[in-house]
């Protein structure tokens, strides 16, 4: 499945805390040696005289051993993490009453977060894990779209998800079954969950363009085109296709548009040049078409495949 300025930050936060330092008024700076002491031997917040007792178990009942248990009382957001014993046991001693939130990590199972409400006395707290079957749905679920089976392959990417939102790039895989059930509203709803862990990533962009021009939405595809750097594109052959899609659906103005960007980062690429005299011809600007046709021969090999279409267009103007 599928984003150079760390030493500006970490300039920036060490000249805020030779700044922060330097700004200590002088009697906080006046603190003995009996002060540190007792600071350092201050109480976490969150200890009390409450115990919690648990146990992680899988889900046939099997205890789960080394499972990191971290609990995080709300109230001060501060806490601490045990781990679980060969027989799934753990247990958190003196630690206050209120709600606290409880993450349990174990090697092979999904990240199990919820709350838990810890009072003076508490019954042994019994914690469920599920297995992550993740790299077998994934494995499954891209067989299954190579094979065409476009909403059996969604639904093992949606569970996939469900089990670990922080893996973003699945978005990706969802629209193209989308897509390719010609599904676009769909398709661009993933899409931009996907650009949004990736904007710059030129090929979602130019997809997210097709699909909007697929439903239509003109100005949201320049919107989607408008975002691609040119700078990190290594050839035209990205925009021109999209430029060709505008052709398509006569938009001339927009397709025209995206050429002369491509024709200033690659001032050598023909077919840029034929498009978009193709372009002005489909807007009736003659002259414009008429340039634009002519750089093209001079640029393209004697027998690239538009070389007969745009002699024949030439022929045909005053």
């Known amino acids: 499945m599928t984003p150079?300025?760390?030493?500006?930050?970490?300039?920036?936060?060490?000249?805020?805390?030779?700044?922060?330092?330097?700004?200590?008024?002088?009697?906080?700076?006046?603190?003995?040696?009996?002060?540190e002491d007792k600071a350092a031997q201050a109480p976490p917040k969150w200890k009390?005289?409450?115990?919690?007792?648990?146990?992680?178990?899988?889900?046939?009942?099997?205890?789960?051993?080394?499972a990191k248990v971290s609990l995080v009382l709300?109230?001060?957001?501060?806490?601490?993490?045990v781990t679980t014993k060969k027989n799934g046991e753990f247990e958190a001693s003196d630690i206050k009453t209120g709600d606290w939130r409880m993450q349990v990590d174990a090697p092979n199972f999904i990240v199990l977060r919820q709350p838990i409400t810890v009072a003076d006395?508490?019954?042994?707290?019994?914690?469920?894990?599920?297995r992550d079957n993740s790299p077998e749905l994934l494995?499954?679920?891209?067989?299954?779209?190579?094979?065409?089976?476009?909403a059996e392959a969604r639904a093992e990417y949606l569970t996939v998800l469900a089990a670990h939102p922080e893996l973003t790039a699945i978005n990706r895989a969802i629209a193209f079954t989308y897509g390719r059930e010609k599904n676009h509203p769909e398709a661009l709803k993933y899409l931009d969950l996907a650009l949004a862990a990736n904007?710059?990533?030129?090929?979602l962009l130019q997809l997210a363009a097709a699909s909007a021009m697929e439903v239509s939405d003109y100005p949201r595809a320049m919107g989607y085109l408008g975002r691609i750097d040119e700078a990190a594109l290594t050839d035209p052959e990205l925009m021109v296709n999209a430029a060709m899609?505008?052709?398509?659906?006569?938009?001339?103005?927009?397709?025209?548009?995206?050429?002369?960007?491509?024709?200033?980062?690659?001032?050598?690429?023909?077919?840029?040049?034929?498009?978009r005299g193709y372009a002005g011809m489909q807007a009736n600007k003659p002259a414009d078409a008429k340039a634009d046709l002519e750089q093209y021969l001079k640029l393209a090999p004697p027998d690239a495949a538009l070389v007969t279409q745009a002699k024949d267009m030439l022929s045909r103007m005053p």
Do not use: C, H, M, W
Request: charged letters at 20%; glycine letters at 10%.
């Open 121 to 130: 006395k508490n019954a042994p707290a019994v914690v469920v894990v599920k």
């Open 4 to 35: 150079g300025y760390r030493g500006t930050l970490v300039a920036f936060f060490a000249a805020a805390a030779l700044a922060a330092a330097t700004a200590v008024p002088v009697a906080a700076q006046r603190r003995g040696r009996g002060d």
């Open 74 to 81: 709300a109230d001060v957001n501060s806490g601490f993490s």
């Open 139 to 150: 494995t499954k679920a891209d067989g299954l779209f190579k094979a065409g089976q476009n």
């Open 245 to 275: 899609n505008l052709l398509n659906r006569r938009r001339s103005a927009e397709a025209a548009t995206l050429l002369t960007r491509v024709i200033a980062r690659f001032p050598a690429s023909a077919d840029a040049y034929f498009y």
């Open 199 to 203: 904007p710059n990533d030129a090929t």
């Open 48 to 66: 009390g005289d409450a115990d919690l007792k648990g146990k992680v178990v899988d889900e046939t009942g099997k205890p789960v051993a080394g």
